[in-house]
């Protein structure tokens, strides 16, 4: 199983930008969809981003526009480029990682803190 630890969170002032990142260890993810989500206090945990082993990407629409989640299988990790923060961004974010022809994140990271205020 791969292992997965996020990073770069942290408290950012409305429209600041932040940049996650996951690195992967264990196993290449170069081949897996990764994806990354959110939990804010009280809330469920909310899909924001994935990417495709061929690197097409998808976004929620709360975050489309203002974040751009991006790899780099030579490092085996994968970012995700927060723009235009808001305070409404602010979670608990995580990564996880899907195998290829699989339709289950079945690998996550313990999470990154990012607050935005206002």
């Known amino acids: 199983q791969v292992q997965l630890v996020e990073s770069g969170g942290g408290l950012v002032q409305a429209g600041g930008s932040l940049r996650l990142s996951c690195a992967a260890s264990?196993?290449?993810?170069?081949?897996?969809?990764m994806g990354w989500f959110r939990q804010a206090p009280g809330k469920e945990r909310e899909f924001v981003a994935h990417?495709?082993?061929?690197?097409?990407?998808y976004y929620a629409d709360s975050v489309k526009g203002r974040f751009t989640i991006s790899r780099d299988n030579a490092k085996n990790t994968v970012y995700l480029q927060m723009n235009s923060l808001k305070p409404e961004d602010t979670a608990v974010y995580y990564c996880?990682?899907?195998?290829?022809?699989?339709?289950?994140?079945?690998?996550w990271g313990q999470g990154t803190q990012v607050t935005v205020s206002s």
């Open positions: 990417i495709t082993w061929s690197d097409s990407t």
């Open positions: 996880a990682a899907r195998k290829v022809y699989t339709t289950q994140y079945d690998s």
């Open positions: 264990g196993r290449t993810v170069s081949r897996d969809t």
